[in-house]
């Protein structure tokens, strides 16, 4: 099992960057494949980006390519998403997931744990 922190959220202005981390406790970081969600009010939790166990293979939701980065230290059982050029649309919850054995999903049932999600405003 494993518990997941975020952190890094904050409010910025169009244009700006943040960096957002998953921190992961235990010492299995590495046999879980990594998602990034987010939640927007009234709307569903939609795919950001996952990253495979070895952070060999990622892969993005269309309206985050080219801006959002993600990245893992499995030394550190961290998983970061770097998010840069930011919109006003990016608004939202964020939260990390967790995939044990598996590399990414894309869908929020593929994840069997989650964590408490971090808050992004984006002002214009």
């Known amino acids: 099992q494993v518990q997941l922190v975020e952190s890094g959220g904050g409010s910025v202005q169009a244009g700006d960057s943040l960096r957002l981390s998953c921190a992961a406790s235990?010492?299995?970081?590495?046999?879980?494949?990594m998602g990034w969600f987010r939640q927007a009010p009234g709307k569903e939790r939609e795919f950001v980006g996952g990253?495979?166990?070895?952070?060999?293979?990622?892969y993005y939701t269309d309206s985050v390519k080219g801006r959002f980065t993600i990245s893992r230290d499995n030394a550190k059982n961290t998983v970061y998403l770097q998010m840069n050029s930011l919109k006003p649309e990016d608004t939202a919850v964020y939260y990390c997931?967790?995939?044990?054995?598996?590399?990414?999903?894309?869908?929020?049932?593929?994840?069997?744990?989650w964590g408490q999600g971090t808050q992004v405003t984006v002002s214009t």
């Open positions: 990253i495979s166990r070895g952070g060999g293979s990622k």
């Open positions: 235990g010492r299995t970081f590495s046999t879980y494949g």
């Open positions: 997931a967790a995939r044990r054995y598996s590399d990414y999903g894309v869908q929020p049932v593929e994840y069997g744990y």
